[in-house]
């Protein structure tokens, strides 16, 4: 199948088929960029709502229902990232090679999301969960329209969100183990070293594209108005991690001493 119609699918099919298709044998296609919609398609069963609910807290993970529910939220930030990932494919053209080259990496990036958003159910499931059983939020989603280049995705997507989503993993692998849930405790490990080659992918694409500067000054000018860096990190902040990625330590060094007014940067849960 194309890719262009396979990513479309992907963001506009309706049910979980569809978001989680198989991508093994995609074919690169050319094509001119696609408006982006409102809204994925979502059956009423995975829908957005506007229901907040609370991430559980630390203590209350000895209860099998309760990590069950922090599964349900790492599962939609998932779904989350799929969809948005399937809307830079569609949307941004492909025009020459190197649009092909950096679509690549956002398809294995892809297929990643979907194994992830299948590791997160199965062990949901286990714990009596099931996805769409807690309202559904479309807070990363909603950044979307502000991405109009692939510049601007990779600044947001990869080194943002999947840069903050490390220092989830390794906060949240921990508390897991405490807990002594050792299958959530491999899943998020898994999760963590796939992250690291999407942090990566982002960080290769921006390098290549930036002009004279820093990547530091690159990177913060490329976020939406209203995203700052601290965005970018957790409720704990390793610099072995994003070094891993291929982060060099001015980059890492700005990133751990930025510090603004946004109510987030002291946020005690996901
Ligand atoms: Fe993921
Ligand atoms: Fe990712």
Redesign the pocket.
């Known amino acids: 199948m194309k890719l262009s119609v396979a990513a479309k699918d992907i963001l506009f099919g309706a049910n979980l088929n569809s978001k989680l298709q198989n991508l093994d044998s995609i074919e690169f296609d050319f094509h001119e960029g696609n408006s982006l919609p409102e809204n994925p398609g979502r059956e009423s069963e995975i829908s957005f709502s506007n229901n907040q609910i609370k991430f559980p807290k630390k203590k209350s993970l000895k209860v099998e229902s309760n990590r069950g529910l922090a599964l349900h939220f790492f599962a939609n ?2 779904l989350l ?1 799929i969809e948005m990932m399937a809307a830079a494919l569609y949307c941004y053209p492909s025009r020459t090679e190197e649009d092909i080259k950096f679509k690549k990496g956002i398809v294995s990036a892809l297929r ?2 979907q194994k ?1 958003f299948t590791m997160y159910c199965e062990r949901m499931n286990e714990l009596g969960v099931k996805f769409g059983d807690f309202p559904l939020n479309d807070f990363f989603w909603r950044q979307m329209i502000h991405l109009k280049t692939p510049q601007e995705f990779f600044a947001l997507m990869s080194l943002t969100f ?1 840069m903050a ?1 490390l220092d989830f993993c390794i906060h949240y692998k921990e508390i897991f183990k405490e807990v002594e849930d050792e299958k959530t405790f491999n899943i998020l490990s898994t ?1 963590l070293e ?2 690291i080659t ?1 942090v990566s992918i982002g960080r290769y694409w921006l390098e290549h594209w930036k002009p004279t500067g820093s990547l530091w000054d690159y990177y913060k000018n490329l976020l939406p108005e209203k995203i700052t860096p601290s965005r970018a990190k957790g409720m704990i902040y390793s610099r072995e991690v994003r070094a891993r990625a291929g982060l060099e330590s001015d980059f890492i060094k700005n990133l751990e001493t930025y510090k603004d007014e946004f109510k987030i940067t002291t946020r005690k849960e996901w």
């Open positions: 930030h998932e990232a990643d999301e992830h999947e989503n999760v796939d992250e999407h």
